[in-house]
């Protein structure tokens, strides 16, 4: 095993207790009541990491097996992935009536659209690494990064044009989701291409880079359910009396204009 | 592999802007303390004679085909410049609203939420507006005139002045 290999195995064990301790903490402050996809994909995600550390180290699990566990598991996670994406969508635009009804037809849209791009993606950029099963696998990994990646950029995008107010946790989740999803799609994008038979160095530094933007993003989800939400800032001051004459005349020009 | 290069660049600059969007969040409290500070003056009535048909018909009429081209075509970046300012103070005022809106004073929160409505419904208009614009600084032809704009934003400064006698907007209301 390389250094780098010890590295990136010990940032799996870090977010893997790491998702077990979020786990806790959605339950015990109630975060399932208003993210209620988020908590079950935090369930998921933990649930999913301990299983797979287990059967890396397990004597009588099978190269292959791993790798089936992990290939279906990988569909539920990015389907569940996809979920919370949805409810950020919700969350930001419900406040305003306005948007309300355009947040859930634009993420409509937005779905459409990148699933076609992931197509044509998947078709003009196949797997073609020696290892076929593993750079099968980062292929379809790859697409579905894609997907989120493109959902999240739409998300904050609209929000940043809209200057909509976030609440404090659903920014956090967003920006770790989207941390995860922009290094995996990197990431997987190189390993459909070049994934060997055997691991090497690159597979190692590939791993670390997937393992530690996962604990980064643990870490910022982490930070924002346990941080206070802060809302902004009813003031309650005395009105400046200069300002009287500024209104008067802003009144004297809407009714004399 | 150009492709997989070309997606590996795409998540860097997908990274790049989610930090940005992060830090942007913080500054947002900036300019909720000093409002005023970030208003721009637009000259609604400038603002109203550039978007006018009939001015541009009179126009039209009364120059030559290449000078009126010309002179549209200044018209029309002046109009997405005046749009783009009243799109940047929707935006100041989207944030004071949005305090206002936690406002005890049940009056105070339902004119905020009004004013949050407007600003919002006017920077969707800009969205549409300012391509419009410059697509017609290509291809003049009979365009749509922003007029919903200009009615927006004046809308949007009669909220602000009733807001503001009822919560400190900080000079925002002079500065419109």
């Known amino acids: ?257 | 592999m150009t492709i997989s290069i070309a997606l590996v660049i795409l998540s860097a600059l997908a990274l790049i802007f989610l930090i940005r969007a992060a830090k942007g969040q913080a500054l947002v409290r900036r300019v909720v303390e000093n409002p005023a500070e970030h208003i721009r003056f637009v000259d609604l009535e400038a603002f109203r004679n550039l978007i006018d048909p009939e001015e541009a018909e009179y126009l039209r009429n009364q120059l030559h085909p290449a000078e009126f081209r010309k002179i549209q075509r200044e018209r029309l970046r002046a109009a997405a410049e005046y749009i783009s300012c009243a799109a940047h103070n929707a935006a100041v005022l989207l944030k004071v609203a949005e305090a206002a809106r936690l406002s005890p004073d049940p009056q105070v929160a339902a004119m905020a939420e009004k004013l949050v409505e407007n600003a919002i419904r006017l920077r969707l208009y800009a969205f549409q507006a300012i391509p419009r614009l410059y697509m017609a600084m290509l291809l003049p032809l009979r365009q749509q005139s922003p007029a919903h704009v200009a009615d927006r934003y004046e809308q949007m400064t009669r909220q602000v002045v009733l807001l503001g006698l009822q919560y400190p907007m900080r000079g925002v209301s002079g500065a419109l």
């Open chain 1, 1 to 257: 095993m390389t250094l780098l290999s010890y590295i990136w195995h010990g940032f799996w064990f870090a977010q893997s207790g790491l998702r077990v301790l979020l786990l806790l903490l959605v339950l015990r402050r109630k975060f399932y009541k208003p993210y209620p996809v988020f908590a079950v994909y935090v369930g998921w995600a933990a649930l999913r990491s301990v299983i797979l550390l287990f059967m890396n180290y397990a004597p009588f699990v099978s190269g292959n097996q791993y790798y089936q566990v992990h290939a279906a598991s990988s569909v539920i996670d990015a389907v569940l992935r996809w979920g919370i994406i949805y409810e950020m969508f919700d969350h930001v635009f419900r406040d305003y009536a306005t948007l309300r009804n355009l947040g859930p037809k634009l993420f409509r849209w937005a779905t459409l659209a990148l699933i076609i791009g992931a197509i044509v993606l998947a078709w003009f950029a196949p797997a073609s690494g020696l290892g076929r099963v593993m750079s099968t696998l980062y292929a379809m990994e790859r697409n579905v990064n894609v997907l989120l990646c493109g959902l999240l950029i739409v998300l904050l995008a609209l929000a940043q044009y809209f200057r909509l107010s976030w609440r404090s946790p659903v920014f956090g989740i967003a920006l770790g989701l989207g941390i995860m999803a922009a290094s995996d799609l990197g990431t997987y994008a190189i390993r459909s291409q070049i994934e060997p038979i055997s691991r090497n160095l690159s597979t190692d530094v590939l791993d670390l880079i997937i393992q530690a933007a996962t604990l980064c993003c643990v870490l910022i989800w982490t930070a924002y359910l346990l941080a206070p939400e802060r809302k902004p800032v009813a003031r309650v001051v005395q009105l400046p009396p200069h300002d009287l004459e500024t209104w008067n005349h802003e009144l004297e020009r809407l009714l004399h204009p």
